[in-house]
């Protein structure tokens, strides 16, 4: 007799002890628009658990999902995510309840059996699964950076494997879903981003992660939890107001335009100097030709003609002093040396009384005033030419 209970204690501690690694048993799933009877064949093949299941009612049911060595019960948990579709597990039978709206509860109310022992009432009350625990548990609300939140069903050892975080990303003033936000983890490299709803899911090994959110317009912030099983997260970002300084925009054709003085051109010695000269000398008066109105005399001369005037009606004037003669050496060479020009002024009409004298234009040549602080100078070698300034203080500033 006693070898008789001996083998029946044995046989239903096997028989737990497989319930038991049946449910811990991980599975690799790859789904592409699979309709019911495909998921569940592939599932019963791979878990070895039986379904039960109204395939009428799943017909709008379709599957995409790929996942490796995860269990069970997160395989049913990430296909029916967001439906209206439950699934119930229990383990000591090997059996899968799929329903559509509620879920097929295993345990009865207390008292139901008025003469159950303890043991029976143990195996009728024998829980779903930790994922459909957590399923029916409220997201936990991450609004600040400095808590470490938990996430799952806790637990006093962390089980090892991969579980499904899901959850929104909201605006924490409005309540409005933050669409497009990217949800990035440090220690696995995963980088997810948020629906048109601010919803969000991703697969991430179980223990304590740091995440880190963007946001368009929102300010960037992270996160940090334990994960223990299948759970939600809900997050929460502020938006950033970036403020600007003022940006003027100014141009010379709009200062023409507004000021009062008409027919004048103003060129200063950056212009001057990017204009292609004759042997890459920069020559000012070669490039006053190419200002409207201005037509040379001739060939191997200087001089200029404004408007129809001719050119002794021009008054040419540096610093103030009248050039009679802009030019040297049969005209190829201009008076006026480059380096200590600063800008150069060109009246074609509405003369200012200042400068009398002449009826066609005045051409103001004004040199720079020179380095009050420090020594410096330059030095040009050409084909015809060389030239060399040196430029200071006589006495510091």
């Known amino acids: 007799?006693?070898?008789?209970?001996?083998?029946?204690?044995?046989?239903?501690?096997?028989?737990?002890?497989?319930?038991?690694?049946?449910?811990?048993?991980?599975?690799?799933?790859?789904?592409?628009?699979?309709?019911?009877?495909?998921?569940?064949?592939?599932?019963?093949?791979?878990?070895?658990?039986?379904?039960?299941?109204?395939?009428?009612?799943?017909?709008?049911?379709?599957?995409?999902?790929?996942?490796?060595?995860?269990?069970?019960?997160?395989?049913?948990?990430?296909?029916?995510?967001n439906t209206n579709y439950n699934?119930?597990?229990?383990?000591?039978?090997?059996?899968v309840f799929l329903t559509?709206?509620?879920?097929?509860?295993?345990?009865?109310?207390?008292?139901?059996?008025?003469?159950?022992?303890?043991?029976?009432?143990?195996?009728?009350?024998?829980?779903?699964?930790?994922?459909?625990?957590?399923?029916?548990?409220?997201?936990?609300?991450?609004?600040?950076?400095?808590?470490?939140?938990?996430?799952?069903?806790?637990?006093?050892?962390?089980?090892?494997?991969?579980?499904?975080?899901?959850?929104?990303?909201?605006?924490?003033?409005?309540?409005e879903s933050i669409a497009g936000a990217v949800i990035y983890v440090a220690n696995s490299k995963t980088v997810v981003g948020t629906d048109q709803f601010g919803y969000y899911t991703i697969t991430l090994p179980t223990g304590r992660h740091t995440i880190t959110i963007h946001g368009l317009g929102m300010r960037d912030t992270h996160r940090q939890f334990i994960l223990y099983t299948d759970g939600r997260l809900n997050i929460e970002m502020q938006e950033q107001v970036t403020t600007l300084k003022e940006v003027k925009i100014s141009a010379d054709k709009v200062a023409n335009v507004r000021r009062s003085e008409m027919g004048v051109n103003k060129l200063d010695i950056k212009s001057i100097k990017q204009v292609p000269a004759v042997f890459g000398e920069a020559d000012i008066l070669r490039v006053v030709l190419t200002l409207p109105g201005v037509q040379s005399v001739g060939e191997a001369t200087t001089?200029?003609?404004?408007?129809?005037g001719s050119a002794d009606q021009n008054l040419i004037l540096l610093n103030g002093a009248t050039i009679y003669n802009p030019s040297h050496f049969f005209g190829f060479f201009s008076a006026f040396d480059?380096?200590?020009?600063?800008?150069?002024?060109?009246?074609?009409?509405?003369?200012?009384?200042?400068?009398?004298?002449?009826?066609?234009?005045?051409?103001?040549?004004?040199?720079?005033?020179?380095?009050?602080?420090?020594?410096?100078?330059?030095?040009?070698?050409?084909?015809?030419?060389?030239r060399f300034n040196i430029e200071g203080p006589i006495i510091k500033k």
Do not use: C, W
Request: cysteine-free; aromatic content about 8%.
């Open 1 to 81: 007799m006693r070898k008789i209970y001996f083998f029946i204690i044995l046989l239903l501690a096997s028989k737990a002890l497989l319930a038991q690694n049946t449910t811990q048993k991980t599975i690799s799933v790859n789904f592409n628009q699979a309709n019911i009877s495909e998921f569940v064949a592939d599932l019963e093949t791979k878990s070895g658990y039986t379904f039960y299941v109204d395939t009428a009612q799943f017909d709008s049911l379709k599957v995409t999902l790929q996942v490796s060595d995860v269990p069970l019960a997160s395989i049913l948990h990430m296909a029916f995510l």
């Open 87 to 95: 699934y119930t597990i229990i383990p000591s039978a090997s059996q």
């Open 338 to 386: 480059p380096d200590i020009v600063k800008d150069v002024e060109l009246y074609k009409s509405s003369i200012p009384e200042k400068y009398g004298g002449r009826l066609a234009s005045v051409l103001e040549v004004n040199d720079r005033e020179g380095n009050k602080k420090n020594f410096t100078g330059t030095a040009g070698i050409g084909l015809l030419t060389s």
């Open 303 to 308: 001089g200029f003609n404004v408007r129809g």
């Open 100 to 175: 559509k709206g509620k879920a097929i509860k295993t345990r009865l109310a207390t008292g139901y059996f008025a003469k159950s022992t303890a043991q029976e009432q143990e195996i009728v009350s024998n829980p779903v699964s930790d994922v459909n625990m957590d399923k029916e548990k409220p997201a936990a609300e991450a609004t600040t950076e400095n808590k470490l939140y938990e996430v799952g069903v806790k637990t006093d050892n962390i089980r090892a494997g991969k579980v499904v975080l899901s959850g929104y990303v909201k605006d924490v003033r409005s309540g």
